[in-house]
């Protein structure tokens, strides 16, 4: 298994851009999330997914957009990118073992809007 | 909501143990987690508590006191890898789909 990977590993966007980043898990896990961290903060959530074709908002889900068409597939959409969009973006996912979850993270996206 | 407080920064030296807590308010507690995240990389599970006590796993350890609101990860016999921040999360049973919320986390620097 590779996990969880994520595409691009850094972008530099200017302002009012747009882009996909890419997650793919190939674990078979139903749960999937989008996480920024900003420099010395901890993680925010953006967006989650309890299955394919389902997709709910976290805590901080503004500018953001995302799909989940496959269990495979998570990507995470930037429609108009601003400065306040700057962030290291990590994709993680999840699944349930005897009611003991585990959540695995992606290597993460740097992400750069000037 | 939830608010998570843990320490920004802690010092330790090599070979010793170290403490690290973390107070935690909710009103629907389903779980707390201990990640570990090195320096420009991705966030690692430690550890994993739902019931009130200790939980150990090798050179870790990670406690709960779900009446005081409190978690601490215990890092034994350390070593200059363990220099890292140490995140902790917890994960409320309201509103789905397993959701954490992270602490800022807690820097630690192993030092000779």
């Known amino acids: 298994n590779a996990g969880v990977t994520q595409t691009p590993k850094f972008r530099i966007l200017k302002i009012g851009q747009s882009m996909t980043l890419q997650c793919t898990q190939d674990m078979n896990h139903n749960y999937m999330y989008w996480y920024r961290q900003d420099p010395g903060m901890g993680l925010k959530l953006i967006y989650y997914?309890?299955?394919?074709?389902?997709?709910d908002k976290g805590e901080v889900p503004n500018g953001y957009n995302v799909s989940r068409s496959t269990t495979e597939d998570f990507p995470l959409r930037l429609e108009l990118a601003a400065p306040s969009q700057t962030s290291v973006y990590f994709c993680?996912?999840?699944?349930?073992?005897?009611?003991?979850?585990?959540?695995?993270f992606g290597p993460g996206t740097r992400l750069l809007v000037l | 909501g939830q608010n998570i407080d843990q320490p920004t920064e802690m010092t330790a030296t090599e070979g010793a143990i170290v403490q690290i807590n973390c107070t935690y308010q909710?009103?629907?507690?389903?779980?707390l987690f201990w990640y570990q995240q090195h320096a420009g990389e991705a966030p690692t599970f430690l550890s994993y508590?739902?019931l009130d006590g200790l939980e150990e796993k090798g050179r870790f350890s990670s406690f709960l006191s779900r009446s005081k609101g409190y978690s601490y990860l215990l890092l034994k016999e350390l070593q200059m890898k363990d220099s890292a921040s140490y995140l902790c999360?917890?994960?409320?049973?309201w509103g789905g789909g397993n959701k954490l919320t992270f602490g800022t986390g807690t820097q630690l620097k192993v030092e000779l």
């Open positions: 993680a996912s999840t699944t349930l073992d005897r009611g003991h979850e585990t959540q695995y």
């Open positions: 508590n739902v």
């Open positions: 999360a917890v994960r409320d049973r």
């Open positions: 997914s309890v299955g394919a074709g389902i997709t």
């Open positions: 909710t009103s629907g507690f389903n779980g």
